[in-house]
């Protein structure tokens, strides 16, 4: 069984180390402690074990952006990353919700385009040196839904 909810103070060395695969070893301690702090971030937890969050940030020019989504390869393909996107938008003050990922991570955005998200537009000059996409979603105001 897998759970989504937020996270506990003991979540924080299993979310650094799925954050370390994808953003390395340097940046996750710092990425995910500022996540914690803001209460930003949603994990996924199998048998005692966190596989998998999503970190975002409410402060985005007024909306509200995924910053980073990681699921450990085993529990891939299991709908958790959906489940992120739909709590992160319970829980967004802002109709507007963006995402983004690399323009060669096409797993990323066939997820994005069948979650609903469209193409916004595209950051280059990034230190990875590959293009990021920028995706958008709009949603129902809370109570609409």
């Known amino acids: 069984m897998i759970e989504i909810r937020l996270p506990r103070v003991a979540d924080e060395v299993g979310c ?3 954050a370390a695969a994808v953003i390395g070893e340097e940046r996750a301690g710092v990425f995910i402690r500022s996540h914690l702090e803001r209460h930003h971030l949603i994990v996924a937890e199998a048998e005692g074990e966190v596989v998998g969050f999503v970190a975002y940030r409410s402060d985005w020019f ?3 952006f995924v910053s980073l989504v990681v699921v450990r390869d ?3 393909r299991k709908g958790i990353a959906r489940e ?3 709590s992160v938008e319970a829980v967004s003050l802002s109709p507007r919700i963006f995402s983004s990922t690399e323009e ?3 797993t ?3 997820m994005h385009t069948g979650l609903g998200f469209v193409p ?3 950051i280059d000059n990034l230190p990875q040196g590959t293009r990021e996409l920028l995706f958008y ?3 129902p105001p809370r109570g609409l839904a």
């Open 74 to 76: 085993d529990f891939r």
């Open 108 to 110: 990323s955005i066939r």
């Open 84 to 86: 992120f996107f739909k």
């Open 120 to 122: 916004s537009g595209h």
């Open 104 to 106: 060669t991570n096409t």
């Open 62 to 64: 007024q909306c509200t």
């Open 16 to 18: 650094r180390t799925l």
């Open 137 to 139: 979603r709009r949603v």
